[in-house]
Nanobody, 117 residues
Framework: QVQLVESGGGLVQSGGSLTLSCTASDSILRLNAMGWYRQAPGKQRELVAAISSGDRTNYVESVEGRFTISRENAKNTVYLQMNSLKPEDTAVYYC???????????WGQGTQVTVSS
């Protein structure tokens, strides 16, 4: 079982930036994929960005060009750099990971991101 701990959420004005961090309890080199999901009130959870062990990245269209996912293996940490934030980015952001594929069986507790207009 891998524990994931997120940090970096908060309140920011529209157009601002935040960086989320997700630190794993084990080496992320053992994980095939890591990602960031978000869930806004009344909406389904959606995959925002993901990164593979080979550093291949994927983004949901609504954040392309604004968000960047990266990993720092030595710190067992994955980051989500969020720029040009919009009120519609407001949500609870969850870190997720999977050791074998893209099923994301491990989850963090979530961190709130609120973007004011």
């Amino acid at each position: 079982q891998v524990q994931l701990v997120e940090s970096g959420g908060g309140l920011v004005q529209s157009g601002g930036s935040l960086t989320l961090s997700c630190t794993a309890s084990d080496s992320i080199l053992r994980l095939n994929a890591m990602g960031w999901y978000r869930q806004a009130p009344g909406k389904q959870r959606e995959l925002v960005a993901a990164i593979s062990s080979g550093d291949r990245t994927n983004y949901v269209e609504s954040v392309e060009g604004r968000f960047t996912i990266s990993r720092e293996n030595a710190k067992n940490t994955v980051y989500l750099q969020m720029n040009s934030l919009k009120p519609e980015d407001t949500a609870v952001y969850y870190c997720a990971a999977d050791p074998y594929g893209w099923g994301f069986r491990y989850w963090g507790q979530g961190t709130q991101v609120t973007v004011s207009s």
